[in-house]
């Protein structure tokens, strides 16, 4: 079926519009309220000048704690700024990205992880599922990249099996998954990880989404 000037006339704005929210950055976050993610508001996760802040520099963590999206995601540009410090302890966290919840133990997370911490900066672990470092950057360009103990920005990319991450502008790693049966979709989410005196900020968070296939 031939379509006529006069349907292309209101079909073209329709498809500019669906490219153009196709193609935008939007925030996942209003600053305010934990709308769209889940987690343990009650004593590990809070908000503070527009930022989720998860952890305590006073008490130890006893346990990994994720605040995740409730929406799930295939392709993406992320962006977000963090933060860590800590006084002691395992000072870890990190960016979970095509993830899941666990249901034993339920605070946990499965999925790929944009690593944040001393001797994991910028490196893709494979979280609670292969329990392994999937890739890691260049010592060299972590330290050109890195601002320690200040705000910092991830970008984390994800093209089908590839995934792509800076760390202010500095490229950190280029990952292709090469497991064809690693799902290629899920859930954002934030994490302190347990076992130390440790606090995390994140802020200014916001997602472009990408074609899928």
Request: aromatic fraction near 8%.
């Amino acid at each position: 079926m031939k379509t006529s000037p006069l349907q292309l006339r209101f079909l073209l704005p329709c498809l500019v519009v669906s490219l153009l929210a196709l193609g935008q950055s939007r925030p996942l976050s209003d600053g305010k309220t934990f709308a769209g993610w889940e987690g343990d508001t009650n004593r590990t996760w809070r908000i503070v000048d527009g930022a989720f802040v998860g952890g305590s520099l006073e008490n130890n963590i006893p346990q990994n704690e994720f605040l995740a999206t409730h929406q799930s995601f295939t392709n993406f540009v992320l962006k977000l700024k963090f933060k860590l410090v800590g006084t002691e302890g395992f000072v870890n966290a990190g960016v979970q990205i095509r993830s899941e919840r666990t249901e034993d133990p339920p605070n946990e997370m499965r999925g790929y992880q944009a690593d944040i911490g001393e001797g994991w900066w910028g490196a893709l672990y494979d979280e609670s599922r292969r329990n392994t470092v999937l890739v890691k950057p260049d010592p060299a360009d972590v330290k050109k990249a890195l601002r320690p103990g200040d705000w910092n920005e991830y970008t984390i990319r994800c093209e089908d099996r590839r995934i792509r991450t800076w760390i202010n502008g500095v490229p950190m790693i280029d990952y292709t998954e090469p497991d064809q049966t690693i799902p290629q979709h899920g859930l954002i989410g934030l994490q302190i990880h347990g076992g130390a005196k440790a606090e995390v900020s994140y802020k200014e968070i916001t997602l472009e989404r990408l074609p899928s296939p």
